[in-house]
C-alpha cells in the first residue's frame, strides 16, 4: 500500500476592480492552478477585502466552487506587508491594504501560512495563492 503526502491546503487571495465578471475571476483561478500544477481540490476557501464583501463576480466564484469566501478589513491586512511581492500605492490609497490579493491569501492561510504563487493579474482582477501552515 502507498502513502501519498497530503495534499497541501491552498487558500486564493482575489482583488477586482467593481463589477469585474465571474468568468474573469474563475479563468484567472484555472489558469494560475495549471500553470503551478495545483489541483483545485486543495482549494479550501477564497478571500478578498471588506469593501468587496457584496462584489457578484467573487460571491458567484465562490459559489460555484462550493467555497467559504471570507472578507478582511484593511487593518487585519495591514500585518503582511512585509510578506508582500508587489506593493500598490493606489491600492493602498482605496482601500488601506497594499495588497488585496497577496495579503487576503495571507491572512486566510493562518499563522503559519507561506505565500506560494504571488499576486496574478487577468483583466481587472488579481489572485494570490497561500499554503496554510
Known amino acids: 500500500m502507498h502513502e501519498f503526502p497530503a495534499q497541501p491546503a491552498l487558500y ?9 465578471p465571474v468568468e474573469t475571476l474563475a479563468v484567472l483561478l484555472r489558469q ?6 495545483l489541483p483545485l481540490s486543495a482549494l ?6 471588506e469593501p468587496k464583501a457584496r462584489e457578484p463576480g467573487l460571491l458567484a466564484l465562490a459559489e460555484r466552487l ?6 478582511f478589513d484593511a487593518t487585519h491586512l495591514t500585518v503582511f ?3 508582500l511581492s508587489h506593493r500598490s500605492a493606489t491600492v493602498y490609497a482605496q482601500t488601506g491594504c497594499w495588497g ?7 491572512a486566510l492561510a493562518g499563522d503559519n501560512g507561506r505565500l506560494h ?12 495563492l ?3 501552515g
Open 66 to 71: 462550493g467555497l467559504p469566501y471570507i472578507c
Open 130 to 132: 497561500a499554503i496554510g
Open 100 to 106: 488585496v490579493a497577496e495579503s487576503t491569501a495571507l
Open 117 to 128: 504563487v504571488p499576486r496574478q493579474v487577468l483583466g481587472g482582477a488579481t489572485l494570490a
Open 81 to 83: 506587508e512585509p510578506l
Open 44 to 49: 479550501r476557501a477564497i478571500a478578498s477585502i
Open 12 to 20: 486564493a487571495g482575489f482583488g477586482c476592480r467593481r463589477g469585474c
Open 32 to 37: 494560475t492552478l495549471n500553470r503551478h500544477a
